[in-house]
């Protein structure tokens, strides 16, 4: 192989690699955050400007194509799950909602989640 030949070899090779970056090609690499709380309500508190009360568990985001993004939750209940932008249904389930087992759920439904994340999210069981 000349020298010429390895010179085009490397620049088309430079090219694609620059055009991957700039695209995110091939790249599975969650890009903004989603933070909020798993919990519930106690009973009568639910239409109260009351916080809930947290629960452990897990959260799943899934995407518009079906692609599933999940975190584990702690005591805490506060959650941060790393996603790229778009749209998301956002579930959540707790083996500690008082026997509940009720699902969770994103209140709002469809979560749309742009350039700078998304703060404040509350995924809510037995709601």
Do not use: W
Request: hydrophobic letters at 35%; aromatic letters at 6%.
């Amino acid at each position: 192989m000349g020298y010429r030949t390895v010179e085009r070899v490397v620049g088309v090779v430079g090219a694609i690699a620059l055009s991957c970056i700039f695209a995110s090609c091939g790249s599975n690499q969650p890009d903004v955050q989603i933070r909020g709380q798993l919990g519930t309500y106690g009973a009568g508190a639910k239409n109260q400007a009351l916080f809930p009360q947290p629960l452990p568990g897990k959260v799943t985001a899934t995407a518009a194509d079906g692609r599933k993004y999940s975190t584990n939750v702690p005591a805490s209940g506060q959650f941060r799950l790393n996603v790229p932008q778009g749209s998301y249904i956002l579930t959540g389930s707790s083996s500690s909602d008082a026997g509940n087992h009720a699902p969770c759920s994103y209140r709002d439904g469809t979560l749309v989640v742009g350039v700078g994340g998304k703060t404040g999210v509350l995924v809510e069981c037995g709601a």
